[in-house]
């Protein structure tokens, strides 16, 4: 394939042996992650019957990840990004033995549920903890990998693959709790995360940008200080945070399915991949047919039709709307995965790439994650309907302030 050809073909990176390696590696990697956050979604609500402790399940990952994000991007811009990578992995799987620990018959007998809960919330802290070194380290290797004339195309077959694993793994985490049973899906799920590391292994050491190792807060400083002078990173990533905050009706999706759908286990399951089914579909569709102008207003639309998807969601009685609420609410945030990770792969420069998508990566840690808590909470102190209502609403709030504070955003385009 001739060069010029190259840059028009939106599947160009696959040409290149060592990208395909990261995409499956990675894929199948995120594969049995999200097939663990599935399990032990279902396990918390199971043992403890409680939606705040889903809550502190969320919050028990974030307050690591978010301690250690700054310092992480610091560490990783100063060392060899594929080792960093290959060692959080190894440790991801040492967490999953943790838990097939804990979900033991004779450890659970032994301890009781609400001192499992607490060993398991113990356990996702440490992961949260990787998750601040895995996430940057992941991001980083795509522009060493591939050229920057295809980092476009490279960063849409990314994030495709990301949610077609993301998909995967919560649909047949549902699926294996039905069938296999929750203590037999953790040996499964070992057995997935190795396959992932195999791949990722086949990627050859990559050069540091970053020889000179400065005082830890200036370098940390230099990240922060680009990310806010950029407009266009700061505002996407603020967007993103407050909507998924406010929005984050997933972290229930468990109560939903056994409580208000009763649809158990494998429903479930599907509830749960619903959202990244709608991702995979528009980043798919994004993937061969760009956005080509005015990406800075798609970004606001879709993050409002977030809102209002999240609000119908939580009025349904019906699964099959309440899938489908999720799922077109899955499209609008692959319009925003998209939006941000173009962004963050064409303006930032390689040598400070570990340290801004590190600030990345707390944007999306707390969104996520604090947004889990929050639902906890509100669903305690609201109920679980109302509580969901109340966020969809904020989100759309959010969104109409950020329109007129954020101007840079809105006009932006690439």
């Not at 980043?283 to 879709?302: D, E, S």
């Not at 792969?345 to 999306?364: A, C, H, T, Y």
């Amino acid at each position: 394939m001739s060069e010029p050809e190259s840059h028009k073909n939106p599947y160009a990176p696959l040409y290149l042996p060592e990208f395909r390696n990261f995409v499956i590696g990675r894929a199948i990697f995120m594969m049995g992650l999200r097939m663990t956050v599935t399990i032990l979604g279902w396990w918390m609500y199971e043992l403890t019957n409680s939606k705040l402790a889903l809550g502190f399940l969320g919050l028990s990952e974030v307050i690591p990840a978010l301690s250690l994000a700054l310092y992480a991007g610091h560490y990783i811009d100063l060392h060899e990004k594929r080792k960093v990578l290959l060692t959080t992995l190894i440790l991801f799987t040492l967490c999953v033995v943790f838990y097939f620990l804990l979900s033991l018959p004779q450890t659970q007998l032994k301890w009781g549920h609400w001192s499992v809960a607490a060993g398991i919330c113990s356990v996702v802290a440490l992961s949260g903890a990787l998750r601040a070194f895995s996430g940057p380290s992941f991001g980083s290797l795509i522009s060493q990998i591939v050229p920057r004339e295809i980092l476009p195309q490279a960063a849409s077959i990314s994030s495709a693959s990301w949610l077609i694993a993301s998909i995967s793994g919560h649909a047949i985490g549902g699926f294996l709790i039905a069938f296999a049973g929750i203590n037999k899906s953790f040996l499964i799920i070992l057995c997935i995360l190795y396959t992932g590391i195999f791949f990722l292994r086949k990627i050859s050491p990559k050069p540091i940008y970053v020889t000179k190792d400065g005082r830890t807060w200036q370098s940390v400083k230099e990240g922060l200080q680009y990310v806010f002078k950029t407009k266009e990173i700061a505002g996407a990533m603020t967007l993103d945070l407050f909507a998924v905050l406010f929005g984050g009706a997933v972290a229930l999706v468990p109560v939903f399915a056994k409580d208000i759908l009763k649809v158990g286990p494998i429903g479930f399951g599907w509830l749960n991949a619903a959202t990244d089914i709608g991702s995979i579909i528009m980043v798919t569709i994004l993937t061969i047919w760009p956005m080509r102008n005015r990406q800075g207003k798609k970004l606001f639309y879709a993050a409002s039709g977030f809102g209002v998807c999240i609000i119908l969601f939580a009025i349904s009685n019906n699964f099959w709307l309440s899938f489908l609420a999720l799922l077109v609410s899955g499209c609008m945030d692959g319009v925003s995965v998209i939006v941000r990770s173009t962004i963050l792969q064409l303006k930032v420069p390689d040598e400070l790439r570990g340290r801004v998508l590190s600030v990345n990566s707390m944007f999306i840690n707390s969104s996520n994650e604090l947004g889990q808590f929050e639902s906890g909470v509100a669903a305690k102190i609201l109920g679980t309907v109302p509580s969901v209502i109340f966020g969809g609403c904020m989100t759309l709030g959010v969104t109409i302030i950020t329109w007129f504070k954020a101007p840079a955003l809105r006009k932006m385009q690439y």
